[in-house]
């Protein structure tokens, strides 16, 4: 049965007329109380008539952008791809961080019933997808950038992580590495799951079996790194060859590496992912799979402006391609 605007109302505890304010962008509606009209449309499937909704909006010439926090190594890029665009067509734009959780996910709530911004740009915060999944059905532009394995329902903009593992994978085969080890991510993200499975799959290319005693999850730290290589050695199995999930592991491997007086490349080869500044100052300088994170930020503000412009959102992803830098921890 069709959920209504009356559900709605009655689970929320509101008036129909809150509910049509808060799917109308109002700036009258107390912050919380729009969450949880917002949160009771995302878990109901609340899908609003043409009437209960007016996406007309009024044009700020502002795009917002919500992420976690900046403190991510490859964000800046992130956010000077995003600036560059936006700054080419004449709009500002609004950046909110969720460092302080519930009290920085209520500012921004003021800012969508404020109409403070005509779309936007998201670098997923834990635990908001639903929310802003009701806000794009309610007609909100919305563009994520590098969307973890979630799949929205809304535009995203991704690397090829599968295509990246597997190039680390090729390049370690092609330079005589045949025990290859590897420091995962967390692996609840969809990052870390498409780099593991794109090793893997070169690897049984090559009809070469992976010892998944060599296979540790890490935390994306230079800390947890180290720690992941410690358990490496400590597992007594060989390995000539670490992939690392991103480029502070892979520092963290080379600090640990060297407190074993191992050394790189001779005795163990070691790639990391993302490109960010450290990886050409490190010693030896890091091979890494290079994350496009600058054009993923220049590809999100572009698609999001052409779609403010009266272009059709696509359905699918759009993908820019990874590609692999070699440096002296890796040669060919």
């Known amino acids: 049965m069709r959920v209504t605007i009356a559900e709605v109302a009655r689970r929320a505890r509101v008036s129909k007329t809150t509910v049509s304010r808060v799917l109308n962008n109002k700036g009258d509606v107390d912050a919380s109380t729009a969450i949880r009209v917002r949160e009771v449309i995302a878990a109901t499937g609340y899908t609003p008539s043409a009437g209960a909704v007016n996406l007309a909006r009024g044009r700020t010439q502002t795009v917002g952008m919500l992420v976690p926090g900046l403190t991510w190594p490859w964000m800046g890029d992130v956010l000077q791809g995003v600036a560059d665009v936006l700054e080419a067509r004449g709009y500002g734009l609004l950046l909110n961080t969720m460092n302080r959780g519930a009290d920085s996910l209520t500012q921004f709530a003021r800012h969508v019933s404020a109409n403070a911004f005509d779309g936007l740009l998201l670098v997923e915060p834990p635990d908001t997808l639903n929310y802003i999944t009701s806000l794009h059905e309610s007609g909100l532009p919305v563009v994520m950038i590098d969307d973890r394995g ?183």
Request: glycine share 10%; hydrophobic share 45%.
């Open 150 to 332: 979630h799949h929205p329902g809304f535009p995203s903009v991704a690397t090829s992580n599968h295509a990246g593992g597997a190039d680390a994978a090729a390049h370690l085969l092609s330079s005589g590495r045949s025990h290859l080890a590897m420091v995962s991510g967390p692996v609840e993200f969809g990052c870390t799951r498409d780099r593991t499975a794109g090793l893997r799959a070169r690897l049984a290319d090559a009809g070469v079996a992976f010892d998944e005693r060599l296979l540790v999850e890490g935390d994306f730290t230079r800390g947890g790194g180290q720690a992941a290589l410690e358990e490496l050695l400590g597992a007594g199995v060989a390995f000539d060859a670490v992939f690392a999930h991103n480029d502070l592991m892979a520092v963290g491997v080379l600090d640990g590496l060297r407190a074993a007086g191992r050394t790189v490349p001779d005795d163990v080869a070691v790639i990391g992912f993302d490109d960010i500044s450290i990886a050409a100052h490190t010693r030896p300088a890091l091979t890494t799979v290079r994350q496009p994170s600058r054009e993923m930020g220049e590809a999100a503000a572009t698609m999001l402006l052409d779609n403010l412009a009266g272009d059709e959102l696509p359905d699918e992803p759009h993908v820019v391609p990874t590609s692999l830098v070699i440096r002296e921890s890796a040669p060919a």
